[in-house]
Structures are given as C-alpha cells and as structure tokens.
C-alpha cells in the first residue's frame, strides 16, 4: 500500500523534480474523490505562481493520421536539443464498455524511456472535446514541474474537438495526403482556430500528392483567415525525420513573434475554464440532490412517451 502524500510530499517532490510524485499529483486530480479533489486544488492554487512558461501544443488530426508517431519523432528531437517535453495523451474511452486501451506508453517506446520526457496516458471518459477532464490541471503541473514543452495528444478530430484550443497556445492539425476527402471531413471551425497545418506520411512516392493536399489546404487556409497569424503548411515524415526540423523552427518563430496573441489566448483560456468548471460543478450538483429514482423514472417516462424529454429536464431542473 502506498503512503499518503501530504501537500508539503508534493511541494517537495516538484522541487526536487521526483518525477513519480508528478505522476501521482496527476492522479491525485484526475480523481473523483472529494478529499482527493480538496487536496488537488490546494495543490495547483499553490504551484500556480510556477506555472506560464512552458509552451503549450495541441496535436490533433484525422484518425490514422499518426499522431503518436509524430509525437514521438517531434519529442525526440526537443529532447536531443536538451529540451525536456511532457506528452498528455487521451485515450477514448468505450462509450459501451466504458473502458479504455491507454497504449500511448507502448506506441511511443523511444520517448517513454527518454530521461527527458514525460508520457501520461489519460482516459477521455465521458468529457467531449478530444481531452480528458481534467487534462487543464495536468497540463498546469507539467508547467508547475518545469517542463519546456507540454504537448497536448487529443483523442482525434470530432464534433467538439476545439476544445483542445481552449487550453493551449499553439493548435498544429496533423492530416494526410488526399485533401480532397479530408477537406470534405474536417468542420470548419477547427480550420478557423488552427495554428499550424502538418501534412503527414511526407516520404516514398508520394511527393505530388503531398504538394497537392499542402495546396488545397493553403488555399482553404487563406479563404478562412484573413488577419493575423495566417497558420502555415508544412509537411514531414515522422519515420525518415524528414520536415521535422523546419516544424520545429516555425513553432519557435510562432512563440517569438506572437507573444501578444498568446498572452490574449491564456488569459480568456482562465475565462473558460471557469465556465467549464462551473458546468462540471452544475452537474455534479444535479446527480448529488436529485435521487437515481427519480431520474430513472425520468429516463422511463421519455422511454415511453408518456412525456417529452423539455417536459422532463424541466422538471428535474426544477426540484433544485
């Protein structure tokens, strides 16, 4: 059985950059436990003023597109800079099941075993947007811990998928070649908020094809944003190493020059995470005050028509 891990452990343990006790904060507010989440919250109020300086990327993209090989490649590159990088990587979860595979750790051998890099497997759960729950309090610890670089791997591109952008400074959307069917898939409000594109698989025969998506893509770009950072194409292979320098240089670049936009981005990120809070609370609320029973025989009576699902929540919303 393990210790009980007071404030001052983790206090401890963060200065002297035990990377153990960074894992078991992280546990500590991924979880459900009332005491456990009365603990987390005096922990990141105290670890607050350490946090900011890291740089904070979301990596997302099309299903097999490769994020976890780019991710790899691209962490391996910082840490051969010396650049230390912490990789939070959301699994989805089984909306059937409710399981999940957490394989992050197995697809990125290399990495997991760099002194200099950081992989956490986290479940989705039942939280929309492509990252866990409480993927914003791990992302703080990451900068609290002193890493350089906080990489963001989100469960894929979805309905709700922006929601990575609400807690990062830099969006790179990995996609590959064939823009033509993957310009018809992505929404049009993941392009608006975007920050970099990266065409992926950028090796073999398939250089005309690359050139191709990287032009549609550019132009798709230009039609959608018209001030400010206009967000650049650029290609690589995560397997040959091929592009990823260049990526790396213009993700420097994007921190060096647009240090205004993303003190303005951090500072409505606050905004939104409050309101994000408030709806988890308002729920939480709602399971806490309003019996199973009443909210099974709410499910029955939509079931069965006996009436409409306004008419039900209605109701419950009004018994609080």
Known sequence: MRTKLELNDYLEGFHNKEITILARAITLV?????????????????????????????????????????IESFGKLLTSQKKTVAVLAVDP?????????????TRMNELAIDPLAFIRPTPSGETLGGVARRSRESLLLCEAFGFDYVLVE???????????????????????????DDLQGI?????????????????GENQKIIEKAKHDYERALHILRHE??????????ALTKKGLPDILFQIDTYFDDQKKLIDTKRKQQGVDWMWQLLQEGLKDYLYKKVSPNILSQAETAVLTHQKTAPQVAFEILKLL
Request: aromatic share 2%.
């Open 187 to 203: 929404k049009r409000g993941i392009l608006e908020i975007v920050d970099m594109v990266v065409v992926t698989k950028d090796d």
């Open 30 to 70: 991924e979880s459900q436990n009332s005491e456990h989440q009365k603990l987390a919250q005096e922990l990141i109020k105290t670890l607050l003023p350490k946090t900011g300086k890291s740089k904070r990327i979301g990596i997302s993209g099309t299903p097999g597109v490769g994020k976890s090989t780019f």
């Open 154 to 180: 989100t469960v894929g591109v979805g309905q709700s998928e922006t929601t990575v952008a609400q807690m990062v400074d830099l969006f790179v959307m990995l996609l590959q070649p064939g823009a033509g």
């Open 228 to 237: 400010g950072w206009i967000p650049p194409v650029l290609s690589c292979s």
């Open 93 to 105: 979860t089984s909306q059937v099941s409710g399981g999940s595979i957490l394989g992050d750790k």
